[in-house]
């Protein structure tokens, strides 16, 4: 790794000296206020940030928790043990990648001074411009889609071994340059470099270690959940349903119980998401932005989007780009 970037990153934290201190367990509430250990996003971004890293806390037992938000752990030297959902052991090396979505749960064994790691902390909105640089029937693009889901997915985790495949060694150091210096244009370069990384673990699948297996049920789900990353400009249950040949109710059921939410507000969340991204990342019109992701009704939209965001779309693009300007 760029020797600079390890020199960045290296040095024992605040959190590191209080357990070399004496302290043995790791103080949940600098992580979270739930009750169970879920790490939360709020605790780990900045207000309005979707990404952002920080080094695993390594000299200490670091227990069985979960995420609200996809983690991506990258091996910069030495290694570290991960117990993922409860019962397969990783040992994740020196340029290795692992990819966490939000529904696995995660063990750590301590790790020693030299044995660094970086977290990547991605909310998955984050995602929506790399979704689209990669191709569809990929393990990756698979993954992408299974963070929506609610329980245990098909596709929890993912580990590669790509410390000699320099492309992608190259790829992850740049994102990770591009964090730690907040760089102009940052949002768009994080996603852009992140969208190039899937393309280039696509075109080398041979560094694929391990990944969980699926059951009938997750597959549909996950099928149900790429038909509408990719139709949901004009897609809908009854079309989908007829290409799986079931019964509405059926799909809507395990949809429910996989995700949490229906067929038609996965499908909001989707255009929603889009909506957003190109008020931020383009100079449409806002008809025009309602019309490209699948909405006749103003009205509608506006009241939609108002009830998500609590903002009206104008005052969301003022903002975001107030926000940008600013840093």
């Not at 809507?252 to 995700?259: D, I, N, V």
């Amino acid at each position: 790794m760029n020797e600079e970037l390890l020199n960045h990153l290296m040095p024992i934290t605040a959190e590191e000296q209080e357990i070399l201190s004496g302290k043995t367990q790791i103080k949940k509430e600098r992580y979270t206020t739930d009750k169970q250990f879920i790490i939360d996003s709020k605790k780990m971004l900045h207000k309005g940030d979707l990404i952002d890293i920080r080094p695993h806390t390594r000299f200490i037992h670091f227990p069985k928790h979960k995420h609200n938000y996809v983690e991506i752990i990258y091996m910069c030297q030495g290694s570290t043990t991960h117990i993922i959902n409860g019962t397969e052991t990783i040992l994740l090396e020196e340029g290795n990648l692992l990819f966490l979505n939000q529904n696995a749960t995660q063990e750590i064994l301590p790790a020693k001074e030299k044995d660094l790691a970086v977290n990547f902390i991605v909310l998955p909105e984050f995602f929506d411009h790399p979704f689209s640089m990669i191709d569809e029937n990929t393990i990756l693009h698979d993954f992408l889609i299974s963070t929506l889901q609610k329980e245990i997915s098909p596709i929890s985790y993912l580990h590669f071994d790509v410390k000699d495949i320099l492309p992608i060694q190259n790829l992850v150091e740049n994102l990770i340059w591009s964090i730690l210096n907040n760089d102009s244009n940052k949002q768009s370069i994080r996603q852009t470099t992140m969208g190039l990384l899937f393309m280039n673990l696509t075109n080398h699948l041979e560094a694929l270690q391990s990944r969980p297996t699926a059951n009938h049920l997750q597959l549909l789900v996950i099928d149900a959940m790429r038909y509408i990353e990719e139709n949901y400009r004009n897609g809908s249950l009854e079309e989908f349903a007829a290409q799986k040949r079931l019964p509405t109710y059926q799909i809507s059921r395990y949809l429910k119980k996989q995700t949490g939410q229906s067929f038609k507000q996965l499908l909001q969340k989707k255009r929603l998401n889009q909506a957003t991204y190109l008020l931020t990342h383009s100079n449409m019109t806002l008809e025009n932005i309602i019309s490209s992701i699948g909405y006749n009704n103003s009205s509608y939209f506006y009241n939609l989007f108002r009830d998500t965001y609590y903002v009206t779309p104008k005052e969301y693009r003022c903002n975001r780009n107030l926000a940008t300007s600013d840093r």
